[in-house]
């Protein structure tokens, strides 16, 4: 398929959990953002979540702006899996 070998996690219960992470830190923010303190904990977990900025990666590659997300929100997801090559 055209996750293998992505680093996604290809299961149901940890593609799902990578998935979350990926929300969460959407939402709540990441650590270079200065929104991080307010909700350090769950966004810190979700950053070491297995996968999940493999999976921002492979869905940066494949959404388009406008038509799948406004450019914000696809900004969001472009600095994260720029995350992706440095971990």
């Known amino acids: 398929g055209t996750l293998e070998g992505k680093g996604i996690p290809l299961d149901e219960k940890n ?13 709540y ?10 909700l350090k904990q769950a966004s810190s977990e979700a ?12 869905l940066d590659e494949r959404m388009c702006v406008p038509r799948d997300m406004g450019s914000m929100s696809a900004a969001a997801i472009k600095r994260l899996a720029a995350l992706a090559c440095a971990t």
């Open 15 to 27: 593609l799902d959990r990578a998935m979350r992470a990926l929300a969460t830190i959407l939402v």
């Open 29 to 38: 923010g990441t650590e270079d953002d200065g929104k991080y303190d307010e």
């Open 47 to 58: 950053a070491s979540v297995n996968g999940v900025y493999a999976l921002a990666k492979f």
